[in-house]
């Protein structure tokens, strides 16, 4: 579904493989704002009750399928994992220590920080600035998985013929589609035609991601979760007039994603492919 500009001077792919379908995008910089350079939607046969990674022919079939019609020459790509698949810890570390120390901290530390064996465990961290909690120490956000979980996912991509080049946390790469990314209360409700994925920020940083069958939504807003700001993204996968039947049985304010950036994704399902895409320019 189009274009091209120039010799593809964008983005790399964010790609989002969802439950039945690969959603791709790509971006590029124009006068300040963002605009989609290339985009698709490939939908496959899900796996039924299984993830997709049960189906791993079905999905590189779809990303072949998808980055032909698109239109893009890109074959680098970014990627979300989603929240529930990692962990993510909050860190505190002296404000003078160097980077390279820091990594072998937590390197030091991985086996209590995280449940993997050592020799499965992928690790990443990001300084995030001064700590408020603790004097002289900087916040530093540490992100780990398993190494086969990344390694069944690069095999996916290879034999579909692009380089996985960035991984990701889809709750964290979509904090950059919020408006206010760091204020407390606010979360994302990303809807699909039989689902409801709730995406929300503990201490404004820490991702928190639930997921629900639509007709269950208030699940997602137990544990005493407090949501002041309810964003939504994807307001069209439903039936019209379903949307206000099933939020406002919530009693939460909510109103529609908007621009970042020039990019508007409210009402279709690309949120997560723009975020890793817009992710990628900067």
Request: aromatic content about 4%; glycine content about 8%; hydrophobic content about 45%.
């Given at each position: 579904?189009?274009?091209r500009?120039?010799?593809d ?13 690969v ?9 300040g704002?963002?605009?989609?350079l ?37 074959r680098r790509?970014?990627v ?34 995280f ?10 961290f990001q300084?995030?600035?001064a ?5 002289g120490?900087?916040d530093?956000?540490?992100v780990?998985?398993?190494q086969?979980?990344l390694?069944?996912?690069?095999a ?14 889809d ?10 990314p ?16 709730l995406h929300?920020w ?5 991702p928190?991601r639930?997921?629900?069958p ?7 807003f ?13 307001s069209?996968?439903?039936e019209?007039g379903r ?8 009693e ?24 890793l895409?817009?992710?990628a320019?900067?």
């Amino acid at each position: 579904m189009l274009g091209r500009i120039g010799k593809d001077a964008g983005s790399l792919l964010g790609v989002e493989i969802a439950v039945d379908s690969v959603r791709l995008v790509q971006l590029q910089r124009r006068k300040g704002r963002c605009e989609r350079l290339a985009w698709e939607v490939e939908r496959f046969e899900p796996a039924g009750a299984a993830d997709w990674w049960q189906v791993p022919d079905r999905v590189v079939a779809a990303l072949r399928s998808a980055c032909r019609r698109s239109g893009s020459r890109q074959r680098r790509v970014a990627v979300a994992l989603p929240a529930s698949q990692v962990i993510c810890k909050l860190c505190q570390l002296p404000a003078d220590q160097p980077v390279a120390e820091m990594e072998a901290q937590l390197l030091a530390d991985a086996d209590r920080l995280f449940p993997f064996p050592l020799e499965d465990l992928v690790m990443d961290f990001q300084v995030l600035g001064a700590s408020c909690g603790q004097a002289g120490a900087r916040d530093v956000l540490v992100v780990a998985c398993r190494q086969t979980l990344l390694q069944s996912l690069e095999a996916i991509f290879d034999d579909a013929g692009l380089l996985l080049e960035v991984v990701e946390v889809d709750s964290i790469a979509l904090r950059r589609m919020m408006p206010q990314p760091g204020a407390d209360g606010c979360a994302l409700l990303r809807l699909e035609p039989g689902s409801a994925t709730l995406h929300c920020w503990s201490q404004g940083v820490l991702p928190q991601r639930r997921e629900a069958p639509l007709g269950r939504l208030a699940e997602l807003f137990v544990d005493d979760l407090q949501v002041q700001d309810l964003l939504l993204a994807g307001s069209l996968q439903l039936e019209q007039g379903r949307l206000g039947d099933l939020i406002d049985r919530l009693e939460v304010p909510y109103r529609a994603l908007p621009q970042v950036a020039g990019l508007a994704c409210h009402d279709d399902n690309m949120a997560l492919a723009s975020a890793l895409a817009l992710g990628a320019l900067r």
